[in-house]
């Protein structure tokens, strides 16, 4: 047998000085004393360990890339290749739901839109805000979004990918990165074998050669799946993601198992003995029956707060008050775990400048609260911008406006972007190849006007916790506020990285 609460018992010491005062102690008085012990040992929550017990839970990450080449704006399936392929990803999602998804878009490059998560409604909300329009890299790449791929911790990558292919032919590249990265495809052909014309603008498109491009299902698709040991699937309808879904269902057998040490606590028994003692210490026989209903409010409850959650709470907060970020963090500490306890004490970490700290328990808070969710992710991006990560400070202020209308998020991902272009032939790079080179004055002046007006504002920087000093003004926030964040053009550079080395951008 153990005590969880073994501390607790130094609690008896005085009891028996005490007593000890007490020259001759009548019985009742033995009672009373002999009662708190009892109710010390308790408090103590003795307990013995059972065998440990294995548990058993679901395992299975998906990675969902939806390619948003321009060829998957073709009409040969309704409404679009895009349209259609989307719908079957939330279909996908929202038969899964205990299943943990994350989401890229490719082109020649691969952007993340959607973290792992089992949320499925921040899943949704990040396929609803990513837009083609403002991607700028037309053409689709596979072997970049496998080398991504490889990259992510999990051991196995079920890789889900919707594409029609493009014009990839290096199968064995693909397939080395793959064993390598232990990544196993399901490639979902989204397209069909005629295939349909591209138009741009209601014109055809042509290739170097004059002719008109035609773009259908890759065959090599196929090829990729039998050289990876993966799955092959054509999209035509909805109704074809049923077949998929099948399968990664059939995967739900295949459990985890972990052991888990479990222990069956006894103190009900000290407590009942403690009431019992109590009771006749503090009666006489014909009032015990009297006296026993009101001690029918102390029966034990399944409460778990910690006995001094109230002292050490009032301790954190004064001391957060008075700016003892340390001394509130170590008090934080101590309470019991909870949603409101982890964000205090990631708050105080914070405060204090361990930011690394503050990462670690801002990550642990588990919670379907969208508003809650919005301020970790909001934090989170300002203890990235504290440690120097600044492409992870941006998805994570990507994340906070996925969430909904954020002005200091837009803020500080502006400024982040900035930072990152500080001369006119940065900007050019982020600008497409047809525009015109009248356009391209007029947006490069505008861009050099603001940068100036900006300069001259002082400003908190993208680390300041503090909501509320950084505003925006009205032209920079949406005249509609849906609450849902529409991805910003500069959103997607990632994604456009190296757009102008593209020779058949569809």
Sequence with gaps: MTFLNAWVLFGVIPIYFIYKKHDHPNKQTKLLYLSLIFMFLAMARPAYKNAYVEENFNSHDYIIALDASYSMQANDLKPSRYELAKAAIKKLIKEHPKDRF?????????????????????????????????????????????????????????????????????????????KRGSIIPYIVATATQKGTALKKDGKYIKDFRKSIVISRINPMLVDLTNATDGKYYQLTSLKEINKLSNDLQSQQSKKEHIKVKRYKELFALPLIIAFILYFLGITKLSQRIFVFLPLLLFLPNKSHAHMLDFYYAHSAKTAYKEHKFHDAARNYAKLTPSQQSYYNLASAYYKAGNYKKAIEFFTQIKTKHKALKQKIFYNLGNCAVKI????????????????????????????????????????????????????????????????????????????????GKQKLSRKQVSKKRRGVYKFAYKAYEKINKGYTDEKEPW
Excluded: C
């Design 102 to 178: 994350t989401l890229f878009a490719f082109t020649s490059s691969s952007l993340l839109i959607s973290p792992p998560t089992t949320d499925t409604e921040i899943s949704m909300m990040a396929l609803d805000a990513l837009n083609p329009k403002y991607i700028l890299t037309k053409s689709t790449n596979l072997k970049n979004l496998f080398k991504t791929v490889a990259k992510l911790p999990m051991k196995q990558k079920n890789l889900i990918i919707f594409s029609d292919g493009g014009d990839e032919h290096d199968i064995a590249s693909l397939a080395k990165i793959a």
């Design 388 to 467: 120097k990560k600044y492409d992870r400070a941006k998805n994570y202020y990507i994340n906070t406006l996925v969430l909904g209308d954020d002005a200091d998020a837009l803020y500080n991902l502006n400024l982040l972007r900035k930072l990152k272009l500080k001369t006119a032939k940065d900007i050019s790079k982020m600008m497409p190849q047809n525009q015109s080179k009248k356009k391209n004055s007029k947006k490069s002046s505008a861009a050099k006007k603001s940068s100036n007006q900006s300069a001259n504002k002082k400003t908190n920087g993208a680390g300041n916790s503090k909501k």
